[in-house]
């Protein structure tokens, strides 16, 4: 199982630029989110999935879409990327919602600039 | 509203010294207590987790001790090596898909 997957690892963005940050597992996991990961601040949940076609808002989801085709894949749209949103991001995924291991992928280390 | 103290931000011990990190929730209902530990460069990974039913959970030179009425819990980390030496979360969780991080604990292992 190659488990929790993101790509790219690393992307610079000018402010007001779209991108796509692909997210997918193998583990056939019915629940997965998203986090950003900011310094002195933790990892802050931005959106999250219960199965394929359900996804509902986090913490801190503004600026951010997802949606949830298929069970494997989650992946998160930047709509107009704002400097606010220079972030490390890691994409979850567990059995179950809640007192469930949690895995995380190797995250993608985003700048906007 | 909900948060998670975690203290220190970084900690320094010698090789074969054990290491404490703690943890303070304010959310009385939270009922799932999981560490994670990250390495320069990965995501996140679960080292041992605690539910609010028991008071302390071992695994080989890790443990969790939970004090429900304090609303505290801590990571302890025996006979130290330096690999170790990572960034260590708490989180706590009322069971439901929010989970409340703490801020981390930078941990070097001094060879």
């Known amino acids: 199982n190659a488990g929790v997957t993101q790509t790219p690892k690393f992307q610079v963005l000018k402010t007001g630029q779209s991108m796509t940050l692909q997210c997918a597992q193998d583990?056939?996991?019915?629940?997965m989110s998203w986090y950003r990961q900011d310094p002195g601040m933790g990892l802050r949940l931005i959106h999250y999935?219960?199965?394929?076609?359900?996804?509902d808002q986090g913490e801190v989801p503004n600026g951010y879409n997802v949606s949830r085709s298929t069970t494997e894949d989650f992946p998160l749209r930047l709509l107009s990327a704002a400097p606010s949103q220079t972030s490390v991001y890691f994409c979850a995924s567990s059995y179950g919602v809640g007192g469930q291991e949690q895995y995380f992928g190797p995250g993608t280390r985003l700048t906007v600039t | 509203g909900e948060n998670v103290e975690q203290h220190p931000s970084t900690l320094s011990v010698q090789e074969g010294d054990s290491a404490v990190i703690k943890c303070t929730y304010s959310d009385s209902a939270s009922n799932y207590f999981p560490w994670y530990k990250q390495e320069l460069g990965k995501g996140p990974q679960l080292i041992i987790d605690i539910r609010s039913n028991v008071g302390e959970k071992k695994d080989q030179r890790i443990a969790v001790t939970l004090n429900k009425t304090a609303k505290h819990f801590s990571l302890h980390i025996t006979e130290t090596q330096p690999e170790d030496s990572a960034v260590y979360f708490c989180?706590?969780?009322?069971?439901?898909?929010?989970?409340?991080f703490g801020t981390g604990t930078r941990l070097k292992v001094l060879a």
């Open positions: 999935s219960v199965g394929a076609g359900i996804t």
């Open positions: 583990m056939n996991h019915e629940y």
């Open positions: 989180a706590a969780s009322r069971g439901t898909y929010k989970y409340i």
